[in-house]
């Protein structure tokens, strides 16, 4: 088993109250939906990151690992065939959730759970991939197994997002995918009745259309994403 979870997601939208109105032709003297506004182009943007398997704001992600090596067809604990992957007699962890901008540590605990560094001199860090990657140097191996705990023995803590910091992550995303999420946040303002359950599943044909170039896809995972 593995997990990943976001320890820190800055609030930050892609697309502004004013942006957002220009493209919808609302008329940017009257503020009384301001509010709403901002929220479905949160919600907006947070179906598009699930949409794609991307981040995309500045985000410190945490993940955890069983054992070493995980494997492709293994799932996530949110029960999702994607991320983490370290392939039979490889040297490499395939991080979740581009782009990676950074690893911050990657740790692993005792039976005691107690917390050792892994040192970073022992690897270095791909962000030039889709998807990034802790890769091994030569003549190094992982941890030994055997003394480590059986849940959770890895820990990799990174930063992934557009952009290298929270100011800079609008300027950073690609404008397609800004694009994208006007739409979406428009279709969402427009059939607001369903918007608050409105699922990543329900996005329209069309929709998903102009979100399908920048969607992750495994060819080694049973899914395909």
């Not at 069983?66 to 996530?76: I, W």
């Not at 952009?163 to 800079?168: E, F, I």
């Not at 699922?199 to 049973?222: A, D, H, Q, Y």
């Amino acid at each position: 088993m593995s997990g990943l979870t976001t320890q820190t997601a800055w609030v930050t939208n892609v697309v502004s109250i004013a942006e957002f109105k220009a493209f919808a032709r609302i008329d940017s003297s009257d503020s009384t939906e301001n509010t709403l506004i901002e929220s479905l182009v949160f919600l907006a943007q947070d179906m598009a990151e699930q949409y794609t398997g991307r981040a995309i704001t500045y985000q410190i992600q945490q993940l955890f690992l069983d054992r070493l090596p995980f494997y492709a067809d293994e799932k996530l604990q949110e029960g999702v065939y994607t991320g983490a992957d370290l392939q039979a007699n490889s040297n490499y962890i395939v991080l979740p959730k581009p782009n990676l901008i950074s690893v911050d540590h990657v740790k692993y605990y005792d039976n005691d759970n107690s917390a050792s560094t892994f040192s970073a001199s022992n690897y270095y860090v791909d962000t030039s991939s889709q998807q990034g990657r802790v890769v091994l140097k030569n003549g190094v191996s992982w941890p030994t197994a055997s003394e480590l705990r059986n849940a959770n023995a890895y820990e990799i803590q990174y930063k992934a997002g557009y952009g290298t910091s929270n100011s800079d992550t609008a300027a950073s995303t690609p404008k397609l995918l800004i694009h994208a999420i006007k739409v979406l946040a428009l279709h969402l303002y427009e059939n607001r009745e369903v918007a608050t359950s409105m699922s990543v599943n329900m996005i329209p044909k069309t929709l998903g259309m102009l979100l399908e170039p920048f969607k992750i896809k495994r060819l080694n995972s049973p899914l395909g994403i």
